[in-house]
């Protein structure tokens, strides 16, 4: 297992477009997580998957955005008529149901012109 | 969610020991403290955690204090590669992990 893998790595859209990430996790973790981090801030938490069902959202997470884990395994995250301030690094990171740690991925950068 | 305390920057010379460090006097019983860090440009990067007891691994130490509202991340031996966003975070398995702005770290060569 090589870690969690996101695609692309970058991607740039004009505002208005839809736009949608990808993550595999490592195969045997239940949790999958997304994360938006704009420059110099920590990262801030979106929503978290255990398995297939979605069990949080964040309030940073509108109506524009929507993620999915389809059979539990990869996970999607759609942004639909992106804005500026949509544009940051989306990073996602899986976990085993235990205390252990998160593995994260090395994100996709979002650029909206 | 439980808060942690860091300083917003540290520095440190290449090849010293590095004493990073972490207030958190609200934690419960069931929280681990964890610590990860942010290279540049790349996601945050597990380090260590622990519960009651100090922890080491071969990247760093955690020395958890008896009462543990506090702790400090340590690192043996810094070099340039350590230069990065360190962030301590209280954790639990029913929760999801919230950063705060953490401790940046310069290394002097």
């Known amino acids: 297992d090589t870690g969690v893998s996101q695609n692309p790595r970058h991607k740039i859209t004009k505002r208005g477009q839809n736009v949608t990430f990808r993550c595999d996790p490592i195969s045997e973790h239940n949790r999958l997580y997304w994360y938006r981090q704009t420059l110099g801030q920590g990262p801030e938490f979106l929503t978290y998957?255990?398995?297939?069902?979605?069990?949080?959202k964040s309030r940073l997470l509108s109506d524009r955005f929507s993620a999915e884990r389809p059979k539990g395994s990869f996970s999607t995250l759609e942004i639909q008529r992106t804005e500026q301030g949509d544009s940051a690094m989306y990073l996602c990171a899986s976990s085993p149901l235990s205390v252990y740690g998160y593995t994260f991925g090395s994100g996709t950068r979002l650029t909206v012109v | 969610d439980a808060k942690t305390t860091q300083p917003n920057s540290m520095e440190s010379n290449e090849e010293e020991p590095v004493h990073l460090p972490c207030n958190h006097s609200t934690i419960s019983g069931t929280d681990y403290i964890h610590w990860y860090r942010q290279l540049p440009s790349q996601g945050p990067e597990y380090v260590i955690h622990?519960?009651?007891s100090n922890v080491n691994n071969r990247m760093a130490s955690l020395a958890i204090a008896e009462d543990r509202k506090s702790s400090t991340l340590i690192l043996h031996r810094a070099t340039l590669r350590d230069a990065a966003v360190y962030y301590c975070?209280?954790?639990?398995?029913?929760?999801?992990?919230?950063f705060g702005s953490g401790t940046r770290l310069s290394i002097r060569p």
């Open positions: 998957f255990q398995n297939e069902a979605q069990l949080e």
């Open positions: 975070i209280l954790y639990s398995s029913a929760s999801k992990i919230i």
């Open positions: 622990g519960l009651t």
